[in-house]
């Protein structure tokens, strides 16, 4: 079974300030990992993936297998980042390939 | 030039009428997803076809019956609404494992009111 838990649903933080959104997984096998976000009256749209290691809109978030997590991470939070921010998971076994989504955490930046 | 759309972007019914809401994706996929958002903003899956079959039916009530004529299409038919249905519904495509490219493109959502 694979699962991700995203513990916050509501982060808070002031502009300028470091954001840490949280994602744990589980999966026995070597998952693909996502970061997708939902901006205001927007589709979900991807921000980023695990197996690109780059960074996007200065977000960045990095694959701990040890720890199961792959947390969302960026130094300066601006107000244009509020959004919701959902953590994925695909499976690499087999063809039925399911995206798993964590319930989302809400992150408000204010001024 | 919408990768995936959906029809229609709001509905609003009332309870116990059957509904449809369609998909479609041109970015040739293989794998289509119908997933469920409730009010808390929490995303769901509930089903997931690849090349017109069924993979993955997530504990979904049997009044949702997903309909996949082509593997560019997955409708989502609804029978006897409840107003817990009421949410938004998405749809996605990707590709499936074994390529590069393995990203979701979701659609901009059906937000479904039932009365």
């Known amino acids: 079974a694979q699962r991700v838990t995203q513990p916050e649903k509501l982060l808070s933080v002031f502009k300028g300030a470091p954001v840490e959104l949280k994602c744990n997984y589980s999966?026995?096998?070597?998952?693909?990992l996502f970061w997708y976000v939902q901006y205001s009256r927007q589709r979900l749209q991807l921000l980023l993936r695990?197996?690109s290691r780059e960074s996007i809109k200065g977000f960045t978030a990095d694959l701990n297998k040890g720890e199961t997590s792959f947390h969302l991470k960026k130094p300066f939070a601006q107000e244009e980042d509020s959004a919701m921010y959902y953590c994925?998971?695909?499976?690499?076994?087999?063809?039925?390939?399911?995206?798993?989504f964590g319930t989302g955490t809400r992150l408000q930046v204010t001024l | 030039d919408t990768a995936v759309s959906q029809t229609p972007k709001y509905l609003v019914t009332q309870m116990g009428n059957d509904k449809s809401i369609k998909c479609e994706q041109n970015?040739?996929?293989?794998?289509m997803y119908w997933y469920k958002q409730d009010s808390k903003k929490f995303l769901k899956i509930m089903f997931s076809?690849?090349?017109?079959?069924?993979?993955i039916n997530e504990t979904v009530p049997n009044r949702f019956s997903p309909k996949s004529p082509d593997k560019a299409h997955l409708n989502l038919h609804i029978n006897s609404l409840e107003l817990g249905d009421s949410a938004v519904y998405f749809c996605?495509?990707?590709?499936?494992?074994?390529?590069?490219?393995?990203?979701?493109?979701f659609g901009q959502g059906t937000r479904l009111t039932v009365v």
């Open positions: 996605a495509s990707s590709q499936d494992i074994g390529t590069k490219n393995t990203e979701a493109f």
């Open positions: 076809y690849n090349n017109k079959e069924l993979i």
């Open positions: 970015l040739g996929h293989d794998t």
């Open positions: 695990h197996i």
């Open positions: 994925a998971l695909r499976g690499n076994t087999g063809t039925a390939s399911k995206l798993t």
């Open positions: 999966y026995s096998g070597s998952p693909e």
